[in-house]
């Protein structure tokens, strides 16, 4: 099993930025590809980005491409996600996730991820 615990979600103005923040435990996180995913009020469940476990390779989904930077600690077991030039389509609850060490390398997956935080939530409002 693997703990996560996610912070630095709050209010934001459209075009301001933020930067999550996900410990895990549990697990050696070097060994996990790690990702953030959220969910808006009436949508699915979307991956917004992963990482491989080195932190060479990442992923984006398009909504987020371009302003958006996921990045990982592995001294520190933590994984980052930096979002500039926010919308308010942005607002949802932000969740950390890690897979299974024999997924590891689908960091790009949503099938993936098996193990998740409680969430934090991201609101995009003036």
Do not use: H
């Not at 996560?4 to 697990?27: D, F, I, K, N």
């Not at 491409?65 to 926010?86: C, F, H, P, Q």
């Not at 689908?106 to 003036?126: D, E, I, L, M, N």
């Amino acid at each position: 099993q693997v703990q996560l615990v996610e912070s630095g979600g709050g209010l934001v103005q459209p075009g301001g930025s933020l930067r999550l923040a996900c410990v895990a435990s549990g697990r050696v996180f070097s060994e996990l590809a790690a990702g953030w995913f959220r969910q808006g009020p009436g949508k699915e469940r979307e991956l917004v980005a992963g990482i491989s476990m080195s932190g060479v390779s990442a992923y984006y989904a398009e909504t987020v491409k371009g302003r958006s930077t996921i990045s990982r600690d592995n001294a520190k077991s933590t994984v980052y996600l930096e979002m500039n030039s926010l919308k308010v389509e942005d607002t949802a609850v932000y969740y950390c996730a890690t897979t299974p060490p024999s997924l590891s390398g689908y960091y790009y997956s949503r099938a993936a991820y098996a193990f998740w935080g409680q969430g934090t939530q991201v609101t995009v409002s003036s």
